[in-house]
């Protein structure tokens, strides 16, 4: 079964910093979709940035952007400029390849609540 | 589109007592899910529909019914609340399983 662990319960960041969210995922599978969301104290969830495996180049989406290493299973998410509105829970989710049993699903990490000090 | 909306936002119910959470969805959007939050859990999911009339059960089904009769509604059954179903519980709905899953604000569950 996939797994999806994020290693940083809390995170810290000073505005304007650049900070790194960490995330580990296992799978069998080539193909699939990895996610973060955002969650802000609203509980509204907000999809920050997707990468498709199948894609080398590394997604970005203004000051957000990912590492992903396909090999070490690791997709990690970069906030550059961090901003008070960036305070938030992240989470790191996965989903597989296809439309096939509940391989569509999304796997979600436990979360890393990052604190944005002024 | 006011997007997937959920009702009610907040809830409070005595063990044993059954409800009925809401989601309903204006895209025509294929794709549902149920999910629920607990703290340090991140989200599970309980049930999910690929379409009207098809359901099947995620990791935490357990004391949850699903149906899906319109492609627009979602409704979650908890047929006799626990204290262990307390949690915030989330719908989610995407054009198809790959597409971007688009979620409602949430439902705050308390069962005493």
């Known amino acids: 079964a996939q797994t999806v662990t994020q290693s940083q319960p809390e995170m810290s960041v000073q505005e304007a910093e650049t900070v790194t969210l960490s995330c580990t995922y296992d799978t069998s599978e080539s193909d699939y979709y990895l996610f973060w969301y955002k969650q802000p104290p609203s509980r509204q969830m907000i999809l920050v940035i997707r990468?498709?495996?199948?894609?080398?180049q590394n997604a970005t989406e203004n000051r957000f952007s990912v590492n992903f290493q396909k090999a070490a299973k690791s997709f990690s998410l970069k906030i550059s400029d961090s901003q008070l509105g960036d305070a938030a829970m992240y989470f790191c989710a996965y989903r597989g390849p296809g439309d096939g049993g509940s391989q569509g699903n999304l796997i979600f990490g436990k979360g890393t609540k990052l604190s944005v000090k002024p | 589109n006011a997007g997937v909306t959920q009702t009610p936002k907040f809830q409070v119910l005595k063990t044993g007592q059954s409800m009925t959470l809401q989601c309903a969805q204006d895209m025509n959007h294929e794709y549902m899910s149920w999910y629920r939050q607990d703290p340090g859990m991140g989200l599970r999911l309980i049930h999910y529909s690929v379409g009207a009339g098809i359901t099947d059960q995620g990791e935490v089904p357990n004391g949850y019914n699903v149906s899906r009769s319109t492609t627009e509604d979602f409704p979650l059954r908890l047929l006799s609340a626990a204290p262990s179903q307390t949690s915030v519980y989330f719908c989610a709905s995407s054009r198809g399983r790959v597409h971007e899953q688009f979620f409602g604000p949430g439902t705050r569950l308390t069962v005493l």
């Open positions: 990468q498709e495996a199948y894609k080398q």
